[in-house]
């Protein structure tokens, strides 16, 4: 019998309102005149018919890219939000982390926190000190137990947060990308805890991860989500391969004309970034298009220099590339995509940003630092089977050979 029943589940959210005064409310409600020509508000439906079923003690892993319907779908399993249409049933008692700190009273202490989540889940105050001492060795926290949560770091909440949820013996755990806030080493001691529960107290665990490893060879089921509808369910390796694939087929565009904040604007500007895929593999290659746009009449200039810039989670940038690294100025044309592309991008798995420069005649026209980003999934250009050994924010290919010696003439 499913623990978890998923039918027909769609969330629709409204993007911005209508204004309108209260005055001109009650004049139309009294005049009888209809609105039909009133501005509406756009709709975004973030889940679309999603039906699913999950079996008790199942690990399942929901991969997807940003925007998929992923974290709207925990929500509704954790009842945080209701879906527009449809309806879940859940047999048993469910657990969320969804963010930092999900669950907790920021004013009370830590030690508080873990008898408030406890009571929440139906669970007796001594049924709860039982476990007590395994929750704070788990997340570390021994001397900050008695301290008000609000005064806790980010990672020093997700690791109780994790450890409240993971001890306190919910029937269902669901986990978002929260872990991403963890050292690696928490996060192997998380996923260490996830294995415990399912396998030998026979839990189900739920959880979002852009480690591609980690769905492969911790999960049960494999469920990709694209664009708010779910578009497969089952062996964890296919759901892989299907997410990784759908990325790589598609350009995916960044529409710059619109954005406030930039800084250096003076006569021309960058329109578009193009970028050859949504999502990418360490051996993928990797393309970047830019195209430019005249804002002011007063531009005389025919040539131009354009780069990019891809950057970490951090800021650390990892490459950079300029056309002033190879070639003169390149003509000014409206019509025109400027490209750089690399044979292998060559980057370890994550989310990485990408900075976008353009100068005319010595001096910078545009920059825009915060509006693009890409990620890349995970494995290694080499083809190996462990992914985690590669160190280092780069992976080259290299050559590699054994060159034998000639014994010493003494010993002929």
């Not at 690696?184 to 991860?209: H, M, N, P, Y």
């Not at 964890?236 to 250096?264: C, H, N």
């Amino acid at each position: 019998m499913p623990i978890i029943r998923i039918h027909e589940v769609s969330k629709r959210y409204r993007l911005g309102r209508p204004k309108e005064s209260l005055q001109d409310s009650v004049r139309g409600l009294f005049s009888g005149l209809s609105r039909k020509g009133a501005p509406q508000p756009a709709e975004f439906w973030a889940l679309e018919g999603i039906d699913l079923e999950i079996e008790r003690g199942d690990v399942l892993g929901i991969i997807g890219r940003n925007g998929a319907g992923k974290s709207t779908l925990f929500k509704i399993l954790a009842r945080i939000t209701a879906p527009t249409t449809g309806y879940v049933e859940l047999d048993g008692k469910a657990a969320a982390l969804l963010e930092v700190g999900t669950g907790f009273h920021s004013d009370l202490t830590g030690r508080e926190n873990v008898f408030l989540n406890g009571a929440i889940l139906g669970m007796t105050r001594r049924e709860i000190q039982a476990r007590l001492d395994a929750i704070v060795a788990f997340a570390g926290v021994e001397k900050f137990l008695d301290t008000p949560v609000k005064h806790y770091s980010s990672g020093m909440s997700m690791r109780l947060a994790f450890a409240v949820a993971a001890h306190l013996e919910p029937d269902i755990l669901i986990i978002d990308e929260v872990l991403a806030v963890g050292d690696a080493d928490f996060q192997k001691k998380c996923l260490a805890r996830i294995k415990e529960v399912s396998s030998q107290d026979g839990r189900t665990v739920l959880f979002v991860s852009h480690n591609m490893a980690t769905v492969k060879h911790l999960c049960k089921v494999g469920v990709v989500l694209d664009r708010g509808r779910l578009v497969f369910s089952g062996d964890p390796s296919e759901a892989i391969e299907r997410y990784l694939k759908s990325g790589a087929s598609r350009v995916r565009l960044f529409d710059l004309s619109t954005v406030s904040k930039r800084r250096g604007a003076r006569f021309i500007e960058i329109r578009e970034v193009e970028l050859s895929a949504e999502l990418y593999r360490p051996d993928s290659d990797f393309g970047v298009g830019l195209r430019l746009r005249r804002c002011s009449q007063d531009f005389s200039a025919s040539a131009v220099h354009v780069a990019v810039f891809v950057v970490d989670s951090l800021g650390n940038i990892v490459y950079h590339l300029g056309t002033y690294f190879t070639r003169p100025p390149v003509d000014f044309d409206e019509q025109a995509t400027y490209r750089f592309g690399l044979d292998v991008l060559g980057l370890k798995p994550g989310i990485y940003g990408l900075w976008v420069w353009l100068q005319s005649n010595g001096v910078e026209q545009d920059f825009v630092d915060t509006e693009v980003f890409f990620e890349v999934a995970d494995g290694n250009i080499y083809g190996a089977a462990d992914s985690h050994a590669i160190i280092g924010a780069v992976q080259r290919r290299f050559s590699f050979s054994v060159e034998q010696s000639a014994p010493p003439a003494s010993s002929r």
